[in-house]
């Protein structure tokens, strides 16, 4: 089939006007016939690719493959302008585009693991087809099936160039490109995506991708494979976990005579924390005086209504976990001596009730390390109320640990641990060693940069 327009990759001929461009779809399933649709109706063309005959008779007649809103029409009408067509197999496909779209099905097996065989079964006849292909033009294969992370890496790419006998990266593109499709409002969500995510490890590779999305108003993420492949789960896990938690609130609502959806409705009026970017990076444990507390009350209030509530249940353990996961790669280290920079639960503050970071420090010295603390915001003689009645109370021994000489405590760390984001922390660069070890809770970019050797508890 003639193209429209073959890629002709000059900045001018870009910057000019449209891009066009031959692709094959690989999977007529509900991902890839949406895909297809779209593509095709965008003024791509399009070969849809099944070894289904029943798939591929259907998309020829100008039929859906299956029930989703406009996809049938835009179907009908890309197959009567010959903008799309289906054949059974990449054989026919490679030979007359330039890139493949993977959207097979990866469905879970019986134990849980993913089921990547029509993955590899795809790439390698992709692959076959490109060893004969008789244009040199660069092809680029997109995978947009849900892969876990390290599958385009240690499967896809291997495949490829198994198959092939080309190198990936050089005689061919590859990228993940994960799609956010949800069944019923599929065309829409195609055409109104939350972000457009590219994950690839060339620079020409990201450029010819972001081509086709290019007329979506959407932000637009160039990044590695890997970031791409985890970004999908990420959000789908965050989807379940929003599912649980809305129902496991419910059922407490309920229980309590409180409709669920009033309580609901005024939770995500807050776009400042609620519905944000508020509290999801990763890194150390939550602590103070009201998450812990708080958690802890919803969930005894949940056992005295004899409600089973898995994810709030969870919460505290899982926290508890991260502190205890920070302990031991303080251990793996392999040295004794600690320096323990900001133990308040989060900077700017002196509350060091339920803090994750003397939680730590407690474990550290339990197990014999020779820790020394510095925090410009605790002293002993400055607190008030429930925080130095706390401190009283609970740890009265980490005050002798505890120096207001940040220089002094530094010189005594085999291993700077950074408890917090305090703005003193962000210039210790030109102050550290060498031959010291920085772990770090707080993610303090900076301090990556320097000699000493950096880690993070998620990075």
Request: aromatic share 6%; glycine share 8%.
């Amino acid at each position: 089939m003639a193209p429209k327009l073959h890629p002709v990759f000059t900045k001018d001929t870009l910057d000019r006007q449209r891009f066009y461009m031959d692709i094959a779809v690989y999977g007529l399933g509900y991902v890839g016939a949406v895909s297809a649709a779209c593509l095709a109706r965008d003024g791509h063309t399009v070969i849809g690719v099944d070894p289904q005959p029943s798939k591929v008779d259907l998309i020829n007649s100008g039929q859906a493959p299956m029930i989703e809103g406009c996809v049938g029409e835009i179907i009908s009408s890309a197959v009567s302008s010959g903008d799309l067509r289906a054949v059974g197999s990449a054989e026919e496909a490679v030979p007359e585009t330039d890139l493949s779209f993977i959207c097979v099905g990866t469905p879970s097996r019986r134990n849980g693991s993913l089921d990547t065989s029509a993955v590899v079964r795809v790439c390698e006849q992709i692959g076959e087809a490109l060893k004969v292909k008789s244009t040199n033009r660069r092809h680029t294969i997109v995978v947009r099936s849900t892969i876990l992370p390290g599958t385009m890496r240690e499967l896809v790419v291997p495949t490829l160039e198994a198959a092939s006998g080309m190198k990936a990266g050089e005689d061919f593109g590859v990228a993940n490109n994960p799609e956010f499709l949800r069944e019923g409002t599929a065309v829409y969500d195609y055409d109104n995506p939350p972000k457009t995510v590219i994950g690839a490890d060339d620079a020409e590779t990201h450029r010819i991708v972001a081509r086709l999305y290019e007329h979506l108003d959407a932000p637009m993420v160039l990044t590695s494979m890997k970031v791409g492949e985890l970004v999908k789960y990420a959000d789908n896990a965050w989807h379940a976990v929003k599912v649980a938690f809305g129902n496991e609130i419910g059922n407490i609502s309920k229980a309590v005579g409180v409709d669920s959806h009033d309580v609901m409705d005024i939770f995500v009026k807050d776009r400042k924390l609620n519905i944000s970017n508020a509290y999801l990076k990763p890194g150390f444990a939550f602590g103070g005086s009201c998450l812990p507390k708080d958690v802890r009350a919803l969930t005894y209030k949940g056992r005295q209504l004899d409600l089973e509530l898995p994810l709030l249940n969870s919460v505290l353990p899982s926290n508890t976990r991260q502190i205890d996961r920070a302990f031991e790669h303080i251990e793996r280290i392999g040295k004794r001596r600690i320096a323990f920079l900001g133990v308040s639960f989060k900077p700017g503050t002196d509350d060091l009730r339920e803090s994750p970071q003397i939680e730590l420090v407690e474990k550290l010295i339990g197990k014999g390390y020779d820790v020394r603390i510095y925090d410009k915001n605790v002293h002993m003689a400055k607190l008030m109320g429930a925080n130095r009645e706390f401190v009283i109370e609970k740890i009265p021994h980490i005050f002798q640990l505890l120096s207001d000489d940040l220089d002094d405590v530094l010189t005594h760390g085999q291993i700077v641990v950074i408890g917090n984001n305090a703005p003193e922390f962000h210039s210790l660069s030109k102050r550290l060693h060498p031959s010291q070890t920085i772990y770090d809770l707080a993610r303090i970019d900076e301090l990556s940069e320097t000699e000493a050797a950096y880690d993070g508890v998620n990075w």
